[in-house]
């Protein structure tokens, strides 16, 4: 029988990843061993990602999935290795510089919104870092132009929001920065199913027509596979699988361990 970790055995290359990714490469993670105070969750980890690619993290709980992205946006203790974008290394920069100067938004969720502000001004918190704030209004009328479900209740207090219509200020909000890559950590979860595919749209979206790279951790590994261009596996903070969505949503391992077949 195969269990999580012996799909460990023949792990890919970074020459495997790389041709993942060949193309008008983004954002490279290359052997980065990171974590938490001293302890290293992320072992010689790689990752390539190209311009306006989706890469869908999955693998079992604690495997260091959702660590992937706090090392990209800077929230964790990197001990070797190196972050780049465009071929520019950001390993240390942080969130803050990331998210001004670099471009890598990171989504938050678990109600992130703040219920007694009206959407408008939620949406404005998302370019609270911004020197000039005539941009965030900028920004903000784009995203009303674009998304009518918020403009609709711009100046209701976002408490009022369906929860697909939160997750979408979340996403939005995030926007407000024009970042080129969003980090989305599990974007579905506590979402009614009619809510997980529209917010898979919207990702949809922002990948195809305003070239988002794209780098999202899914626990729904069917939905997360089917939407993104390439997947990684990880278990116990190194990459055991990887391959195209499609490949990996046929790959038996794939299935038995992570789509219930
Ligand atoms: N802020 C933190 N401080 C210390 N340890 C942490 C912290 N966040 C995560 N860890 C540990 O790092 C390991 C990897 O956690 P991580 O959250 O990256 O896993 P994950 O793959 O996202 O799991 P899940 O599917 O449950 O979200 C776990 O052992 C976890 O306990
Ligand atoms: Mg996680």
């Known amino acids: 029988m195969t269990d999580q970790y012996s799909v460990l055995g023949d792990a890919p290359k970074d020459s495997d990843l790389k041709k993942l990714s060949s193309k008008d490469t983004h954002l490279t993670i290359s052997n980065l061993s990171a974590g938490y105070g001293k302890m290293e969750i992320l072992h010689n980890f790689d990752l390539f990602v ?11 709980n604690g495997a260091g999935k959702s660590t992937i992205l706090h090392s990209i946006y800077g929230f964790t203790n990197i001990f070797s290795g190196k972050i780049q974008i465009d ?5 240390n920069l942080s969130p803050a510089e990331k998210l001004k100067n670099v471009g890598i938004a990171y989504i938050l969720q678990d109600n992130s919104v703040f219920p007694d502000m009206t959407v408008e001004e939620n949406l404005l918190m998302g370019g609270y870092i911004k020197d000039k704030v005539e ?5 903000a009328e784009k995203i009303f132009q674009k998304y009518d479900r918020l403009r609709n209740r711009r100046n209701q207090p ?3 929001l369906s929860g697909g219509e939160r997750r979408l ?10 970042p080129s890559v969003l ?3 599990e974007p579905s979860i506590g979402l009614e199913p009619r809510y997980i595919q529209m917010v898979f749209e919207i990702l949809h979206d922002l990948q195809k027509n305003e070239k988002k ?27 055991a699988i990887a391959g195209t969505g499609d490949d990996l949503l046929k790959n038996p391992d794939v299935g038995r361990l992570f789509l219930g077949g």
Not at 50 to 60: D, E, Y
Not at 218 to 237: C, P, R
């Open 158 to 160: 976002a408490k009022v």
């Open 169 to 178: 200020l979340e996403i939005s909000r995030a926007l407000v920065m024009k």
């Open 183 to 185: 980090l989305v950590d």
């Open 213 to 239: 790279t794209i780098i999202l951790v899914e626990q729904n590994a069917k939905k997360g596979l089917e939407f993104a261009d390439i997947g990684y596996v990880l278990v116990s903070g190194q990459t």
């Open 135 to 139: 941009e965030s209004y900028e920004e």
């Open 50 to 60: 190209s311009k306006a690619q989706s890469l869908c993290l999955i693998g079992p």
């Open 87 to 91: 071929g520019k290394e950001i390993t």
